[in-house]
Structure formats: C-alpha cells, structure tokens
C-alpha cells in the first residue's frame, strides 16, 4: 500500500526567499512521484514528476524536487518564491502496477511581500 | 488547459437527488480517472478506467456509480445524495498505457452542493 504525508498544512516565506514544502511517502514497490499544484477554483495542474530516472526532477515554474530513497522523501524547492507561486501543493504517489494517485493532504504557500 | 474538460462547472441539487457529471478526456487519453475533494477527506481516488472497463476502484461509495463510453467520455452518478457529498470532483485522464501513461492531467473540476 501507499501513503504520502505532507508536513505543514501551511507554510509561508517572503517574496524572493526559498521555498521549501515537504513531502514523505510510504510504498512497498518503486513508487512514482508527482508534485500538483491548485490555484483558487481551478484544477490540478502537473508540476514534476519522479518514475525512476533522475534523482533531481525539475518542472514547471522553476520548481524542483530531489527523490531520497533513504529518506523516503520527495521535497519541493524552489529557489526565489514570487507571489504568483502563492497555492495549494499536493504530493502524490502512484505505482507502475496501479496508476491511481494517493495524495497528500496538501501544503497552503503564502507568500509575504 | 490541460485538454480535460468537465461539465456542469457547479451543481446545486437537494438531499436524496441523483446528478450525473461528464467528463471528456483529453485527445488520445485512453484512461479516465474520478476523485473527490473535500474538506475533511481531501483528495481520495474514486474509480479508474481504461478504453471502456473499469480498472481500479478506489473509496466510491455504492451509491455512486461510473462508466466510460466508447468514445471515451465518462460520467459519473451518484444517487440518493447527501448532505456529506458536497464536494469538488475531479475528473483526470492518462494514456494509460506506455512510457508516460502513469502521468494524470486534471480537468477543472465540478462543484456539488447538495442542500
């Protein structure tokens, strides 16, 4: 079974300081891992993901997430927050055997200016 | 625009109704997903499925119910609502198949009230 877990329900930084939003997930198998992003009254949009390639993904907006077998861990990181980056962030793990996603609880970034 | 679209954009409907919610995956996407939002239980995968079968079922209660058809649209039921139901329901397709089949594009979703 799989379970991911997302410390911090909200997390806030200033304009321009890095941004870092955490993310630990359980899976019995190789998992794949996904970061999803929701602005206010939309849908989900695909920010990177990790299926067993590059340890360090990078995606969209200039967002990056660094998998950590050892650690279990999959966290977001982006450089220089912008207002614009202001949502809700969602981890998820699915398998090769099941695609359906498991997420997380989501992680509210507020973002000071 | 992730190609996913979704319709109605909101519904507002009493308690013991039945509504119906389509989705149209996006051009060549063989697999349609379903998933609820809301407040207390998040984002929890419903039902999958893939060129016309069910492949996976997740937290749908039995009075929600789901098809694709073959021109891929699904659409999802549910029935004798309540009040709990109120939620965003997510509809996200995938290739289903392939290098990249696992990766799930969301559509904007549906917002129910049931009243």
């Known amino acids: 079974a799989q379970s991911v877990t997302q410390l911090g329900s909200h997390v806030s930084v200033s304009e321009g300081a890095l941004v870092l939003l955490r993310c630990n997930y359980s899976?019995?198998?190789?998992?794949?891992l996904f970061w999803y992003v929701q602005y206010p009254n939309q849908g989900l949009q695909l920010l990177l993901k990790?299926?067993?390639?590059?340890?360090l993904v990078k995606g969209i907006n200039g967002f990056e997430a660094e998998f950590k077998k050892s650690e279990t861990s999959f966290h977001l990181t982006k450089p220089s927050a912008h207002m614009s980056d202001a949502a809700e962030y969602f981890c998820?793990?699915?398998?090769?055997?099941?695609?359906?996603?498991?997420f997380g609880s989501g992680t509210r970034l507020l973002v000071r200016p | 625009d992730s190609g996913v679209t979704q319709t109605p954009k909101h519904l507002i409907t009493a308690t013991g109704q039945r509504v119906t919610l389509r989705c149209s995956p996006r051009?060549?996407?063989?697999?349609v997903y379903w998933y609820q939002q809301s407040l207390d239980q998040g984002l929890q995968f419903l039902i999958q499925?893939?060129?016309?079968?069910?492949?996976a079922k997740g937290n749908i209660l039995e009075r929600f119910s789901a098809q694709q058809f073959p021109d891929l649209h699904s659409e999802l039921n549910l029935s004798s609502l309540e009040l709990g139901d109120s939620a965003l329901y997510f509809c996200?397709?995938?290739?289903?198949?392939?290098?990249?089949?696992?990766?799930?594009?969301f559509g904007p979703g549906t917002r129910l009230t049931v009243t």
């Open positions: 996200a397709s995938s290739a289903g198949t392939g290098p990249n089949g696992y990766e799930q594009y």
């Open positions: 899976s019995s198998v190789p998992p794949y």
């Open positions: 990790y299926t067993s390639a590059a340890t």
């Open positions: 998820a793990v699915s398998t090769w055997s099941s695609y359906k996603l498991i």
């Open positions: 051009s060549g996407d063989l697999s």
């Open positions: 499925y893939y060129n016309g079968e069910e492949r």
